[in-house]
C-alpha cells in the first residue's frame, strides 16, 4: 500500500468517526396506548398501528414486550365546515426517558369527507421511520 492510499483511507476513516446511535435508531418493538376514546381515536390507533409495521416497526400488543411506549393525544375539531386534526405524539423508551417527540398540526384543513385521520397516521409513522434513519445515517 503506498503511503498516498494509506493517509487516504486513514482520512476517510477519521471523518466517518464514531457513529452515536440515535435514542429512536435502537427502538423496533412499539407498544402503542390508545390516544382517546372516542370513534376516531380509537380508527386512528388502529390506523397508525397499520402504518407503524408498514414503516418496519414491530408493533407488540403488551407494552411488558416493548421497547417504547407510544401515547399521545388526538384532536378533530371541525371548523368552519372543515375537518382538523392535531396530534401530540410521545416515544418512551423501558426507563421512561422520552427518546421522540412531536406535535402534529394541521397543516390545511380537508374538506369534511376527506380521511384526515388516515393522513395523519400516515405522517406520524413516517416521521418516527426518518427519525429513525436519520439517526442511523448520521
Request: hydrophobic residues 45%; glycine residues 6%.
Amino acid at each position: 500500500m503506498t503511503p498516498q492510499l494509506a493517509a487516504g483511507l486513514f482520512v476517510v476513516a477519521v471523518s466517518l468517526g464514531p457513529q452515536t446511535p440515535s435514542p429512536i435508531a435502537p427502538i423496533q418493538k412499539i407498544h402503542v396506548m390508545p390516544v382517546g376514546q372516542d370513534h376516531e381515536a380509537v380508527r386512528f390507533r388502529k390506523l397508525l398501528v397499520d402504518d407503524l409495521l408498514k414503516a418496519g416497526f414491530a408493533v407488540v400488543a403488551d407494552e411488558r414486550d416493548a421497547d417504547a411506549i407510544l401515547s399521545g393525544t388526538l384532536t378533530t375539531p371541525v371548523v368552519d365546515g372543515h375537518s382538523r386534526a392535531y396530534a401530540e405524539m410521545e416515544l418512551m423508551d423501558r426507563n421512561g426517558r422520552r427518546v421522540w417527540g412531536r406535535n402534529f398540526p394541521s397543516r390545511r384543513r380537508w374538506p369534511s369527507g376527506q380521511d384526515y385521520v388516515r393522513k395523519l397516521a400516515e405522517e406520524i409513522a413516517a416521521a418516527m421511520k426518518s427519525a429513525s434513519v436519520e439517526k442511523l445515517t448520521k
